[in-house]
């Protein structure tokens, strides 16, 4: 048995060991794509002129992460081959079968790299997975590559001596020779097994790219964390990361429901022309968008369910701010996500098809609330309590044009951590207000809570303080609104408030009690809450409104008058027209008068009654033509706008 211990401490002590190698392979591995990255960016450095050497060297280091991702998926199988708790590993035979896989796979990764040296001018995009469907119908395609090489053949030169650097430099360090004659022992067995183990989960946090379970995969709209334009994106992430976490994704496609450009744009554009001659107000702007905050918990929105079941809701703080506010007893969210959320409110995107920070456009350059007011000379924050980088938060704030960031990392005492998600609700928005108290005026931030959420837990101090309600989430729920509360008194106080807009909403529901919020209707059912402290606003308002609609009728109330891309309505603006639109299994929602319009790309499915709670399903045309016809062509014209315009990267005013 000591001798089994002193052989395997060998195996993780002696040079040429089995583990040190395999980390030695893919430091060379990560060396090989930072080359790529630099070469990358010589190659198309006139598209970024605006590069400095602080700016080039942080999008290096972040684009580690990238390649960390990147080189565990391509490598998956060899580490796994690799590490079997076999003594056979260590046989010749069995070595050099991993060689060809370990450098095939990689010099195909890496050829990939190298393709984006040139193709990216064509794209201004690293390469994603659709481009198997944009060429799968190419019959010449073995043709072209010859050409490709031909033209390009420094690339390909470049590509061989990449892969070559691989080859002679994978051989450096070899593994000590233990298969002849060394038979497997229980002990040699079980401490691989263990250490199998230990490299698989590593693996797994590489992939992700963390650990922390607030942390989402990353993708590709998390390279917006060190960049300062959309395009530099390109820089930190490596093409084959951009096509495994495109793999198997739905991409948009450009519809062509209107042949003319200037019919469609009658019909419906997301451009929006200011007509305004009043100088801007220059008044602070605070948003909050409470996480799984759905209209069912809200006693305001609920005086029927009040005087049907007695219900009263768990939000007393926000109903009576309510009664001061502008609100709409029928708004909605444009998405299912925390992620939908924040492009919703802050940029005005809905969710179609795939959540917008999982796409390949989710480098697109975009104009947000932020982005515009900075421009005016605005100080802009965004608040999230959460670990710095969760959620991808911090990437799409960067993007959006905050230039501040505040995240637990900011957050000065660690003891507030809730132990799961982030800093609890009261705890941060403290921190929210004295924070915002030291910015220059005007500003304008936003802050994504965190605690109303799974596991449905509140601070142990008020353990039985808050109403349970019949779902977990409802004590949450209170907690928040306390939270909130505390936030008002506080802010109350500092000079700033008067001259302020506050604007209130959820990224979408959670946990449902009632029928009404449990139909694909009902699922986005959020506040929207427009409040001014002179009680100016004050008033309800019935009828549709909906997130994407926030950025629009912020920048409208404040006498913005430049042009800007928003896919929502400015509600302050009495001639345009309410609607609501989403998507949902595979099908797209609009909302209009009474009617919600259930389409699938190619045809309507269904029309539903609101206040009668009917769905009609035969003979639409017979029945309510106008409607019907009115209503779609509506929805085309958006669905045209919204994919034309993902896909050529046309999101902003040129």
């Not at 960049?227 to 062509?256: C, H, M, Q």
């Not at 109350?492 to 009632?514: G, K």
């Not at 595979?586 to 699938?600: A, E, H, P």
Request: with cysteine; hydrophobic share 40%; net charge neutral.
């Amino acid at each position: 048995m000591i001798q089994e211990f002193r052989q395997y401490f060998s195996d993780i002590t002696l040079k040429g060991n089995i583990y040190l190698m395999l980390l030695w392979r893919f430091a060379l591995l990560m060396l090989i794509f930072t080359l790529c990255r630099v070469l990358f960016y010589l190659f198309n450095i006139d598209f970024f002129a605006s590069v400095t050497t602080a700016g080039l060297l942080r999008m290096l280091a972040g684009g580690l992460w990238f390649d960390t991702s990147a080189l565990i998926y391509t490598n998956i199988l060899y580490i796994v081959l690799f590490l079997l708790p076999f003594t056979f590993r260590y046989n010749e035979w069995y070595q050099r079968v991993l060689k060809y896989l370990f450098v095939v796979t990689n010099s195909v990764a890496i050829g990939a790299n190298c393709a984006d040296f040139i193709y990216f001018r064509f794209t201004m995009r690293r390469t994603t997975a659709t481009v198997f469907s944009e060429f799968k119908h190419e019959t010449n395609f073995g043709s072209l590559i010859p050409k490709f090489i031909a033209d390009y053949w420094y690339v390909f030169l470049i590509w061989i001596a990449l892969t070559a650097l691989l080859v002679l430099l994978y051989g450096r360090v070899r593994p000590i020779n233990k298969g002849k004659g060394f038979r497997f022992h229980l002990v040699y067995g079980l401490n691989g097994l263990v250490l199998l183990l230990v490299f698989a989960t590593l693996m797994v946090g590489g992939m992700r790219g963390g650990f922390r379970h607030s942390t989402r995969p990353i993708t590709l709209s998390n390279a917006g964390q060190y960049i300062n334009e959309p395009l530099e994106a390109a820089i930190v992430l490596n093409t084959p990361f951009a096509i495994y976490r495109t793999l198997g994704k739905k991409s948009l496609v450009k519809v062509d429901y209107y042949k003319n450009p200037k019919e469609l744009d009658e019909v419906y554009s997301p451009l929006h022309k200011p007509q305004v001659t009043d100088s801007l107000k220059r008044m602070n702007v605070v948003i909050f968008i409470l996480e799984c905050f759905g209209r069912e918990y809200i006693g305001a929105y609920n005086k029927h369910l009040k005087e049907k079941d007695g219900y009263t809701g768990f939000t007393p703080f926000l109903d009576s701010l309510i009664g001061h506010s502008l609100w709409f007893t029928h708004s909605y969210g444009n998405g299912r996500k925390s992620i939908d959320g924040m492009p919703s409110v802050l940029a005005s995107i809905p969710m179609f098809v795939e959540p917008y920070f999982l796409t390949s456009y989710s480098t697109n350059k975009i104009n947000s609330i932020a982005s515009a007011l900075r421009a005016e000379g605005y100080h802009t924050a965004f608040f999230h309590g959460a670990p710095n980088g969760s959620m991808g938060f911090q990437a799409f704030a960067n993007v959006a044009g905050f230039e501040e960031y505040y995240g637990m990392s900011e957050y000065p005492d660690p003891s507030h951590f809730d132990g799961m998600w982030g800093v609890w609700d009261e705890e941060f928005f403290q921190f929210f207000a004295q924070t915002l108290n030291k910015f220059p005026q005007p500003f304008c931030a936003a802050l994504f809570s965190v605690s109303s959420h799974h596991p449905f837990k509140v601070p142990e101090r008020y353990e039985g303080v808050f109403p349970k309600g019949t779902l977990p989430i409802h004590q949450c729920i209170a907690y928040t609104d306390y939270s909130l509360k505390r936030f008002f008194e506080t802010v109350s106080r500092m000079d700033w408030y008067p001259n302020t807009l506050f604007v209130i909403t959820a990224d979408h529901p959670n946990q449902t009690q009632f029928p009404e919020y449990q139909t694909s209707v009902g699922a986005f059912a959020v506040p929207l809450i427009f409040y001014r402290p002179d009680n100016s606003l004050a008033g309800q308002k019935d009828e549709f409104a909906q997130q994407i609609d926030i950025m629009p009728s912020v920048l409208g109330y404040l006498h913005y008058s430049k042009p800007f891309i928003a896919f929502g309505r400015d509600v302050f603006d009495s001639t345009s027209k309410p609607f609501v639109v989403n998507y949902i299994n595979n099908c797209y929602q609009y909302y209009s008068d009474d009617y919600v319009l259930i389409f699938d790309g190619k045809k309507t499915l269904g029309l539903y009654n609101i206040k009668d709670d009917t769905m009609l399903t035969n003979n639409l045309q017979g029945q309510l033509p106008d409607r019907v016809n009115e209503m779609e062509s509506k929805l085309k014209a958006i669905v045209q706008q919204y994919n034309s315009r993902m896909i050529d990267d046309n999101l902003v005013v040129k």
